[in-house]
């Protein structure tokens, strides 16, 4: 099941889920337009106590394709997104996204900040 559908029950509207400064909205279905993309490639199978640091990791993402934008696959081994199953980082604003972190957080980050950093993916250095 995709994340989204996960989280439907705790929100009001699907417009969350669309960022103003995309031209395209997300509906709601599996095929719709979405730009947010979760850590799939980390976070997949980890409950809360696993994580080693839930404020350093990023849970979501704004993302684009050409993969899977409702996905972010990072590897931190070659330090590189994997873009054939998750979509890419969308920095639309000021070379910068808007990130949601696992202990709820959200704030506005550069990517160049975050682009090769396994703290912000992995929770370690």
Known sequence: MLWMFMVYPYIKSVQVF???SVQTTF???YTGDMR???NSGYLADKQDADLPAVSA???FAETES???PYRIYYNPTTQAFDTVNGGTLAPRHNDGMN???ADGHVKWVKRTAILT???AWTGTP
């Open 27 to 29: 509906t709601g279905g």
């Open 99 to 101: 990130c949601a972190y």
């Open 36 to 38: 947010y993309g979760y």
């Open 117 to 119: 950093n396994n703290l």
């Open 66 to 68: 050409p993969g899977n």
């Open 18 to 20: 669309n960022c103003p």
């Open 57 to 59: 990791i990023i849970a």
